[in-house]
Nanobody
Framework: QVQLVESGGGLVQPGGSLRLSCAASGSIFSIYNMGWYRQAPGKQQRELVATITSGDSTNYLDSVKGRFTISRNNAKTDNAKNTVYLQMNSLKPEDTAVYYC?????????WGQGTQVTVSS
């Protein structure tokens, strides 16, 4: 089992920045991929925003390239946590969504509870 706890969402003006964090605990040494999806208001499907593997390979949604940066801090001890970050700069109103953290292990994908990001003046 993997537990994910997100933080860092909120209200920001267009052009502003936010940093999302997601701390994973539990069976963290089996995690090979972490990342973020988002679900915008009125949309039924979540879209992939960014992912990062345990080898630090990254993947981004085209519309966030150059504005968002994903990074991770891998646990070094049994009591530590894997943490993934999403630095979001030059935010636009269309970035408004609930952002969900994910963690992949060989047999399952785990999801966080979601954190609201609202970009509005």
């Amino acid at each position: 089992q993997v537990q994910l706890v997100e933080s860092g969402g909120g209200l920001v003006q267009p052009g502003g920045s936010l940093r999302l964090s997601c701390a994973a605990s539990g069976s963290i040494f089996s995690i090979y991929n972490m990342g973020w999806y988002r679900q915008a208001p009125g949309k039924q499907q979540r879209e992939l925003v960014a992912t990062i593997t345990s080898g630090d390979s990254t993947n981004y949604l085209d519309s966030v390239k150059g504005r968002f940066t994903i990074s991770r801090n891998n646990a070094k001890t049994d009591n530590a946590k894997n943490t993934v970050y999403l630095q979001m700069n030059s935010l636009k109103p269309e970035d408004t969504a609930v952002y969900y953290c994910l963690a992949d292990v060989p047999t399952k994908r785990y999801w966080g509870q979601g954190t609201q990001v609202t970009v509005s003046s």
